[in-house]
Each structure stands twice: as structure tokens, then as C-alpha cells.
């Protein structure tokens, strides 16, 4: 994988609630580049895991470039 990849990442984020109890999430995240599907029994598990995969390819400038991008298209 190159740098460029490594700076990127995108899920598909589905959400549906349990028949049982209206009250709890479920949660699947697709990795968009590979397809792979992980699932998770709450919402605070999905965010969990994406502000680790985010951790690990943080770059302190990213949040800048985003909201730079948004502020032009805005």
C-alpha cells in the first residue's frame, strides 16, 4: 500500500436497530477499497475502531485540509 492510501480511508456505514430493544445500534462498517465487513453490537463499538484506524494514520494537517476543502466548497 503507498503513502496516499495510507492517508485515506472510506466506509460504507449501515446502522439498523434490534427488534427486541428499539433502544440499541447495530453497526456495519465495509472498507470501501477491499470490501471487508466488520460488525459491531453498538455505535460506541464502530467509533471505537475508526478513531483507531484513524490513530494510526493520523497526520496532523489532515483536519486543516479538510476543513480547508470544505470552506471552498461551501
Known amino acids: 500500500m503507498d503513502s496516499q492510501n495510507e492517508a485515506y480511508l472510506a466506509y460504507l456505514l ?9 433502544e ?7 472498507d470501501a477499497r477491499t470490501r471487508e465487513l466488520r460488525g459491531f453490537a453498538s455505535l460506541e463499538e464502530a467509533l471505537a475502531f475508526l478513531q483507531k484506524e484513524a490513530v494510526g494514520k493520523d497526520d496532523p494537517n489532515q483536519f486543516n485540509q479538510i476543513k480547508e476543502v470544505t470552506d471552498v466548497q461551501a
Not at 439498523?16 to 428499539?22: D, I, L
Open 24 to 30: 440499541k445500534w447495530r453497526v456495519s462498517l465495509e
Open 14 to 22: 449501515r446502522l439498523w436497530r434490534v427488534r427486541e430493544t428499539q
